[in-house]
């Protein structure tokens, strides 16, 4: 059985593992999400956030001073949210204000971030987080 490192957060009365999965050593996402969220078999959850890199874009060069290292010119990193049930979901706000919190205390990025989502462009700063007009 492989070993995969994650962090449990709660946020307004939900709570999600945590995956750092910039390596993409996470596979099989929907049955590893069934498991995990159990409440009785795993560690139980409402969901599972995969923080994952994204593609690099030609002439992105290096990555500027406090800038991620998995980052682009237009978001700093990836989130998947999947459901309890396997499920992948658009959009979960206490997610993406766990997924902030974590990229800031685990990942050393700073308190303002952008990152990518199934609906769209998510911008994070203190805590609060707005998603970009004009995307779904």
């Known amino acids: 059985m492989k070993e995969i490192s994650f962090y449990k957060m709660a946020a ?78 658009e959009a979960c706000g206490n997610g993406f204000r766990c997924a902030a919190l974590f990229a800031k205390e685990k990942l050393g990025l700073p308190n303002r971030q952008q990152f990518e989502s199934l609906s769209g462009m998510i911008h994070s700063k203190n805590g609060s987080i707005s998603k970009s007009a004009g995307l779904r």
């Open 12 to 89: 307004s009365g939900n709570d999600f593992v945590v995956i750092d999965n910039r390596a993409r050593k996470v596979s099989n996402l929907p049955a590893l999400t069934r498991a995990v969220c159990d409440r009785h078999r795993g560690v139980g959850a409402d969901g599972v956030l995969l923080l994952e890199p994204l593609a690099k874009e030609k002439g992105d060069g290096p990555p500027k001073r406090g800038q991620s290292p998995f980052s682009s010119k237009k978001a700093d990193f990836r989130v998947r949210i999947f459901n309890s049930d396997g499920s992948e979901a």
